[in-house]
């Protein structure tokens, strides 16, 4: 079945640590999305993709870096720079940007300890 | 520019009531509009989707939700609540002009309990 896959799903980081979110597509999709949830405030867009080899920095960038050299893969790099890192990070997919809508991974949570 | 407020973080009913979430939304432009189910520790999973077409939209679960162009609503509702309805909604809308084309903007959310 075609999805999109996170791993790790649980992720412990040291402080000062960076550390990347993998996040894989079959879907054949176009863009890609990572965000960020915390209790209360939704989803805030972190970096998308539209197509491969580009990208563009969301609402809340800072202390974040992607990469998108293949179709099937957007990685997240969460630097020591993220002042407050833990949190729940969600992958999403979207054939193109003309689409109505997103396929969600399962997610990978990240903790700071 | 685009937004979304989903009135109310948290919202009780009782098994077999009926279940309203509140939704409104901003947009230059006529707007696509979506309903997300979270369930703990998981993705977002589709409801259902307003596209321009019918203004009542069914989706899965036995949901359906109403745009409003006048009151800038899309408020979702299911007739009788089910325990396996407890979870987390979110209401977005996509953007269809400009740099930000694609762009799904979600609301906070809302927290659906249902007691027994």
């Known amino acids: 079945d075609g999805g999109i896959t996170q791993s790790p799903k649980y992720l412990f980081r040291k402080e000062g640590q960076n550390v990347t979110l993998s996040c894989e597509q079959n879907?054949?999709?176009?863009?890609m999305y990572w965000y960020r949830q915390d209790p209360g405030q939704g989803l805030r867009l972190i970096y998308y993709?539209?197509?491969?080899?580009?990208?563009q920095k969301g609402d809340i960038a800072e202390g974040y870096s992607v990469s998108r050299e293949k179709k099937e893969s957007f990685p997240l790099t969460v630097t020591s720079a993220q002042k407050n890192p833990t949190a729940f990070y969600l992958c999403?997919?979207?054939?193109?940007?003309?689409?109505?809508?997103?396929?969600f991974g399962s997610g990978t949570r990240l903790t700071v300890v | 520019a685009q937004s979304v407020t989903q009135l109310g973080s948290h919202v009780s009913v009782s098994e077999g009531a009926l279940v309203l979430l509140r939704c409104n939304y901003s947009?230059?432009?006529?707007?696509?509009l979506f309903w997300y189910v979270q369930y703990p520790n998981q993705g977002l999973q589709l409801l259902l989707k307003?596209?321009?077409?019918?203004?009542l939209v069914k989706g899965i679960n036995g949901f359906e939700a109403e745009f409003k162009k006048s009151e800038t609503s899309f408020h979702l509702t299911k007739p009788s609540a089910h325990m396996s309805d407890a979870a987390e909604y979110f209401c977005?809308?996509?953007?269809?002009?400009?740099?930000?084309?694609?762009?799904?903007?979600f609301g906070r959310g809302t927290q659906l309990t249902v007691w027994p």
């Open positions: 999403a997919s979207s054939i193109n940007r003309f689409n109505y809508g997103y396929t």
């Open positions: 879907l054949n999709h176009d863009a």
């Open positions: 993709s539209q197509i491969v080899n580009d990208f």
């Open positions: 947009s230059s432009v006529p707007p696509y």
């Open positions: 307003y596209t321009s077409a019918a203004t």
């Open positions: 977005a809308v996509k953007t269809e002009r400009g740099s930000t084309l694609g762009r799904l903007y």
